[in-house]
């Protein structure tokens, strides 16, 4: 059987190989580099610039800890270099990349945009033509655009590469995962941020809690962040930026900076693949319409990855060409299913959830909740980095872990070690009897497992007379 599979981020590789694994003959088309958005342009080069920000910070922190140097400097320049030196690492040191070589995947790099010619035929921008019996979409997305005036005037994250020094100011517009990273890395840069959100809250996804800290913190380190702030009416050019015109409740108001980035969702990259030669149609949020397979409306035709629209994320992505592949092969027969899923933010403080909110559990579940905040675990004391908490959701029935949410230090390692327990289907004085490593910052839920115990009057052994 002949598998093409169109885009090279990670849901294609992971396609590629799976589909080669199974004995098909699969053609790889990126239409650039290798590794698609997530390696080039999404979270390898931004984590960069996270981490920059990381260190930025913690440097500041040396003369408390006794050593004396002077305030740091970023040579934003430097950075970038540095940052095309990480891709370029984790380019050639992608495990994928040599399993796709070892397979005989043949990989059509800067094959330009692909576009279908029928439901087995795709036609590269550089003039290749392939036919396959299966096709698997792995266009990943794009960052959505508003239909404001002026609107080609903004920027988005991944005009921070073309920049030549870090702006004096910048407005973000958007709240959600990127908005608040590009925001919070710039905010650390230096530059003078204002971060406005339309919605009632920066974070919507996350725990009501973690996003009004987060929101409180942002606001703490210098951000101006602008919460329910109306509607966007237009952009115009001013003699050093940009100015945003919008209006809220009758007002107007503007807000200008050098930059505007904008960052107000993900949109599916399907522009050039002309489906409809393919049969293949949209949802009504305009994503590749997949069953739970991952088929698409046309029988020979799969999709995986953002450019269906489900969780958006590499964790999602993987897995998801692993599905999309085995069925292309072997016929409909392994359904996506439910994952559970931790993810995070690498923003400064950072930010990580797995499982529902506290709002929406309590809505479905009869729960308890224990928070352990940072001002009272033994190893962000020592760290000197005192805020944030962990809350962990237990059902009342089955006493077992259903959510955990965090803000601060390790967060997302956190709320990974919180996602194994709730994938094993713990229940919390399971969880609490655990001995993490003293003093690490995961212990924190062990604690917290041990305080949802006591609610829920459960043994905890000798946890029961550990000291707070
Ligand atoms: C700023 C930012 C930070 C992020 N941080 C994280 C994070 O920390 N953790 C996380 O899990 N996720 C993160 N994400 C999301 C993550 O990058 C995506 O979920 C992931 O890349 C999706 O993988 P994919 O394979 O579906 O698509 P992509 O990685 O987008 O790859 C698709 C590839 O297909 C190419 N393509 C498009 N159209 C065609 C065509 N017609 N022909 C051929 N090729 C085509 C695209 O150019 C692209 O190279 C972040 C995203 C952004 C924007």
């Known amino acids: 059987m002949d ?12 396609a590629a190989v799976r589909a080669a694994e199974l004995g098909a003959r699969t053609s790889l088309i990126a239409s650039g580099e290798f590794g698609g958005m997530a390696d080039n342009d999404g979270p390898v080069p931004v984590r960069v610039l996270a981490h920059t920000a990381r260190l930025i910070r913690d440097a500041r922190q040396l003369g408390q800890y006794g050593v004396t140097v002077s305030e740091p400097v970023l040579d934003y320049p430097r950075l970038l270099a540095r940052a095309r030196e990480v891709v370029g690492d984790v380019r050639v040191h992608s495990s994928l990349r040599q399993q796709i070589d070892s397979l005989g995947v043949i990989v059509h790099q800067q094959a330009g945009q692909a576009r279908f010619l029928d439901a087995h035929t795709v036609e ?13 979409i792995c266009t990943g997305g794009v960052s959505r655009r508003l239909p404001i005036p002026g609107f080609e005037l903004t920027s ?25 990273q590009v925001a919070s890395i710039f905010n650390a840069f230096g530059t003078r941020v204002e971060l406005f959100e339309a919605g009632p809250r920066i974070l919507a996804t996350e725990d009501e809690d973690v996003a009004a800290a987060a929101a409180a913190a942002f606001r703490k380190s210098g951000m101006l962040v602008r919460e329910k702030f109306g509607t966007i009416e237009s952009f115009e050019k001013t003699p050093t930026g940009v100015r945003m015109n919008f209006s809220k409740d009758g007002r107007r108001d ?8 904008v960052a107000v969702g993900w949109a599916a990259d399907t522009a050039g693949l002309n489906l409809a030669a393919a049969g293949v ?6 994503f590749v319409k997949v069953d739970e397979y991952l088929r698409t409306s046309a029988t020979d035709i799969f999709a995986a990855g953002d450019v ?48 529902p909110t506290e709002e929406k559990a309590r809505a479905t579940h009869d729960i308890v909740t224990a928070t352990i905040n940072f001002d009272s675990t033994t190893r962000t004391v020592i760290d000197g980095n005192k805020f944030g908490f962990c809350k962990l959701i237990a059902d009342r029935k089955t006493c077992k872990v259903i959510g955990c949410h965090v803000i601060g230090e390790r967060a997302v390692d956190i709320a990974q070690v919180a996602a194994i327990a709730i994938a094993a289907g713990m229940r919390v004085d399971e969880l609490a009897q655990i001995p993490l490593a003293y ?11 041990a305080n949802a115990a006591q609610q829920l009057d459960l043994k905890v052994g000798w946890r029961e007379h550990e000291a707070a």
């Not at 073309?162 to 973000?172: E, K, R």
């Not at 149609?281 to 305009?286: M, Q």
């Not at 292309?328 to 499982?355: I, K, M, W």
């Not at 003093?439 to 604690?447: E, G, Y």
Request: glycine letters at 12%; proline letters at 7%; hydrophobic letters at 45%.
């Open 156 to 180: 988005t994250h991944s005009d921070a590469w073309s920049l030549t020094c870090v702006p004096a100011s910048m407005l973000v517009v958007g709240g959600g995962a990127t908005g608040a």
């Open 281 to 286: 149609e949209l949802n009504p949020r305009k």
């Open 439 to 449: 003093p690490t910052h995961a212990a924190v839920l062990v604690r917290a497992a």
């Open 254 to 261: 503007s807000a200008e900076a050098a930059l505007v980035v």
């Open 3 to 14: 598998i093409i599979v169109i885009g090279a981020g990670p849901a294609g590789v992971v």
């Open 308 to 355: 269906t629209g489900r969780l958006m994320l590499v964790s999602q992505a993987l897995p998801d060409g692993f599905v999309a592949a085995t069925n292309a092969v072997q016929g409909p027969t392994l359904p996506v299913g439910e994952r559970v899923s931790p993810a995070g933010s690498f923003t400064d403080p950072e930010y990580a959830q797995v499982g």
């Open 124 to 136: 590269t921008k550089g003039g290749l033509r392939l036919q396959a019996e299966r096709i698997i």
